[in-house]
């Protein structure tokens, strides 16, 4: 069984940094292309940031800087550090797996709240 598990979201001040994890089981994540997603009430889910096999990165333009996508092989893990936390970042944050090499295959964490309020 492959698993995604999202932890350490929760409420932060404006200004205020979070990390997110993503632990995996079921698959090794330094072979698959690895995301952050999130998604606000309303909203379309959104690409946050990525992180290739390869260890290229891709971020939102939006973001400016603020965010940045980590990952640990030792430990199967994928970190996403938030820093200057704006209240537009509000939204369930979700871990991705993703591979095609061949037909696409995905995978989807259960997600973790983040809200950003004063």
């Known amino acids: 069984q492959v698993q995604l598990v999202e932890s350490g979201g929760g409420l932060v001040q404006p200004g205020g940094s979070l990390r997110l994890s993503c632990a995996a089981s079921?698959?090794?994540?330094?072979?698959?292309?690895m995301g952050w997603f999130r998604q606000a009430p309303g909203k379309q889910r959104e690409l946050v940031a990525a992180i290739t096999s390869g260890g290229n990165t891709n971020y939102a333009g939006s973001l400016k800087g603020r965010f940045t996508i980590s990952r640990d092989n030792a430990k199967n893990t994928v970190y996403l550090q938030m820093n200057s936390l704006k209240p537009e970042d509000t939204a369930v944050y979700y871990c991705n797996a993703a591979r095609w090499d061949g037909p696409l295959i995905e995978y989807w964490g259960q997600g973790t709240q983040v809200t950003v309020s004063s």
């Open positions: 079921g698959i090794i994540v330094s072979i698959y292309h």
